[in-house]
Structures are given as C-alpha cells and as structure tokens.
C-alpha cells in the first residue's frame, strides 16, 4: 500500500471513530442488544470474514510517545474496533478519540484480526489539540528504520466471550511529512470488551 493510501486508509479510520464517538450513547445500548453475550459463552461477537465496526462499552488504549502516556478509556471516550474489506483486501485497525475531542489515535494493518498474530502497522495517526496552542499530529513516518518496516500490530485475543480485543502495537511516528523527518517510537496497548 502507498504512502498516500496509507494516509488515506488511517484517515477514513480516524473519521470512522470520530462518527462513532458522536454517536456513542445512540449506539452502545443497541451494540449490547446486537451482542447479547454472556459471561461464560463462546458466541462471536462477528465472524471474521465479515467487516464492520465495533465499540468497546469497557476496556482501555494506551499509547505512549516521546515521555508522554495518554489513555483512553471505553467508558467515557470513545474507542472502535474496524474490520474492513476495501477490494478484496482486508484491513483492521483501532481507533480512539476522547471524550472532549481532544486526543485522538488510529493505527490500522493490511490483514485480519486473528487472535497470537501479529502483523505490520500499514497506517497510524496521532492528533492532540491542547487549548490556546497549534494542534500537534504526528503521522506514519517516511523514513522507516528498515525499509518498509513501519512497526507491528499484535493481537492476543480476538472476538472471544466479552473480548473485543487485545493486544499490543508499536511503530514510528513523525511530527511532519518530510523525507528523513525525526521520529519517534510510539507503543501502546488495547484490551476493548462489549460487557
């Protein structure tokens, strides 16, 4: 996938969690409906072949950057699961955006969501918009430290009882879109339920 795929894909994720998160309250009753999971049941929250998004109702992302660590909550922001088939290809991803629109992260991956696998980040965006200054965005970078090597997404769990997912990411992110532009290692982690 191109750079500019790349940037588009992680931006339709981006837009995917901020129309979610508008929607939060509308829709989480309903996705608990839809789920109807008990504690102790094997049922599938969706199978795998088929794409769509889900809202953690519980759970946390946490992402840390330079000296930094922000976490966002499933309780009171906004956090999705994305499942998408664009053409053929498969792509998942995670997006988050809080409760004041403030903080918002997606990373995504050209692969399905299969649980002890890991796979390789295609596309990741991190905004903060601080009150009275310029926002900050830090994007993929262009300069990977090996070529085409832009971090991995792993996933420990998928789509099990109350589980969403979880799992681990790591990548590097650059404050601009230059070539040879400094970057900077950014790891988190995701651990979403729907009860």
Known sequence: MGMLSTRIFCFFMLISALFISCQKDEN????????????????????????????????????????????????????????INISGEEYYGVTAINKAHTVSFGISSPAAPIAEVTSYVSGCQFLLRAPGKKNLEYTLTRSA??????????????????????????????????????????????DLKVK
Do not use: C, H, M, W
Request: glycine share 4%; no cysteine.
């Open 28 to 83: 989480v009753k309903n996705l608990k409906t839809e789920t109807s999971l008990q504690a102790d049941s094997s049922i599938q929250l969706n199978s795998v072949s088929s794409p769509g998004n889900y809202l953690a109702s519980k759970g946390t992302l946490k992402i840390k950057i330079q000296d930094s660590t922000y976490t966002f909550d499933a309780e009171q922001d906004s956090i999705a699961f994305v499942n």
């Open 145 to 190: 430290p090996l070529p085409l090597d832009f971090g991995t997404l792993a996933i420990e769990q998928y789509n099990q009882d109350t589980v969403l997912a979880k799992g681990t990411f790591r990548t590097y992110l650059a404050k601009d879109t230059k070539l040879n532009s400094p970057f900077y290692v950014a790891e988190g982690s995701f």
